[in-house]
C-alpha cells in the first residue's frame, strides 16, 4: 500500500509504502545456561531453551509494520530514501520510551533579533549582558560549567554592506557564573564592534561543557566566591517568574529588545489574562 505525505505528519515530497509485519517462520536460537568466561560449548547439555527472535524482538506483531520512505525531506532527522522502518505508531503505540531526564546539552547558545536596528555600543552591551545571563542560568540548571564563550554581532545581511563579526573568548577556568560570563561577552564586544553600522542580532555561545564536579582548575585561578549569591538570584527568578531580579549589564528599558506587539494570551499562566465569562 502507497500512500503519499499528509500534510501535518509528513514533510511535503515524502511518500511512504507500508508492508505489514508477517511472522510466517519462527526464528529458533539456543540459549545457553551459565556457562565459564569464553564461548560456549555447542553441547545439548549446556542448552537451557531455544528463544524466538519473532517474540523477543516484535512487542506487538499486529500493530507492528514496515515503512518504506521514498524522499529527501527528513535527511536531517537521520532518515534517508529508501530506508525501512518499523512503524507502531499507526496503531497508537509509542516506539520510544518517555525521556524523564533529558542528557545535558553539549551547547548553550542564546539569540534574539533586535526590535529595530541598534547602532550604539550601549544597546549592543545590554543585549549580550541578558544572553549571557540566560545561558548562565541555564547552564547552572543542568549542573555544568563552561569553557569557551562565542560572541557574535551582525547587520542586515540583505542590507549592504553587510557586516558580521564572530570572536571566541576562553575561561581561565570553566565557569557559570553570570558576572563571567558578561564580563568575558562585553570583552568580546569591545574587540569585534564597528562604529556606524546598524546592528541586527547579538548572541553567545558556550561550548567545551564539563560538568560542574569535574572541573580542571588552573594553579593561578581565585575563587570569586559569588555562588552563594547566583543561587540566591536563581531562586528568586524561579519563585517569582524570570526576570524579577536583572543584573544592572541587562538595562531596564531594554528598547533593542524583539517587539512582542501580538503575544497569544496566557490563559493558564498569568491572572491578569485569564478569559471572563459574563452570563446575563
Not at 544597546?123 to 547552564?139: F, G, I, N, P, V
Amino acid at each position: 500500500m502507497k500512500i503519499p505525505a499528509l500534510p501535518g505528519q509528513l514533510p511535503d515530497g515524502v511518500e511512504v509504502t507500508i508492508v505489514p509485519y508477517q511472522a510466517s517462520k519462527a526464528l529458533l536460537l539456543p540459549l545457553f545456561e551459565s556457562v565459564s568466561a569464553g564461548f560456549p560449548s555447542p553441547a545439548e547439555d549446556y542448552i537451557d531453551c531455544a528463544l524466538d527472535l519473532n517474540d523477543l524482538v516484535v512487542q506487538h506483531p499486529a500493530a507492528t509494520f514496515f515503512v518504506r520512505v521514498k524522499g529527501h525531506s527528513m535527511i536531517d532527522a537521520g532518515i534517508e530514501s529508501g530506508d525501512v522502518r518499523i512503524v507502531w505508531e499507526l496503531r497508537g503505540i509509542p516506539c520510544l520510551p518517555l525521556e524523564l531526564t533529558p542528557p545535558p546539552k553539549k551547547a548553550i547558545g542564546r539569540s534574539r533579533s533586535f526590535g529595530r536596528p541598534v547602532t550604539c555600543q550601549k544597546q549592543l552591551k545590554e543585549a549580550l549582558a541578558t544572553h549571557a545571563a540566560s545561558a548562565a542560568r541555564a547552564l547552572r540548571e543542568q549542573q555544568s560549567v563552561a569553557g569557551r564563550m562565542q560572541i557574535v554581532i551582525e547587520t542586515n545581511p540583505f542590507v549592504k554592506p553587510y557586516y558580521g563579526k564572530t570572536i571566541t573568548a576562553r575561561f581561565e577556568t570553566p565557569t557559570a557564573s553570570t558576572p563571567e560570563m558578561i564580563k568575558c561577552a562585553h570583552k568580546g564586544l569591545k574587540r569585534i564592534y564597528k562604529e556606524g553600522d546598524c546592528y541586527t542580532r547579538a548572541g553567545v555561545l558556550l561550548t567545551e561543557l564539563v560538568p560542574e564536579n569535574a572541573v580542571q582548575t588552573s594553579l593561578f585561578s581565585k575563587s570569586h566566591g559569588k555562588q552563594a549569591v547566583l543561587d540566591v538570584v536563581d531562586e528568586i527568578n524561579a519563585r517569582f517568574g524570570r526576570g524579577k531580579i536583572k543584573w544592572a549589564s541587562e538595562g531596564i528599558q531594554q528598547e533593542w529588545a524583539m517587539r512582542q506587539s501580538h503575544l497569544s494570551k496566557r490563559f493558564t499562566t498569568k491572572w491578569a489574562e485569564i478569559p471572563e465569562v459574563k452570563a446575563f
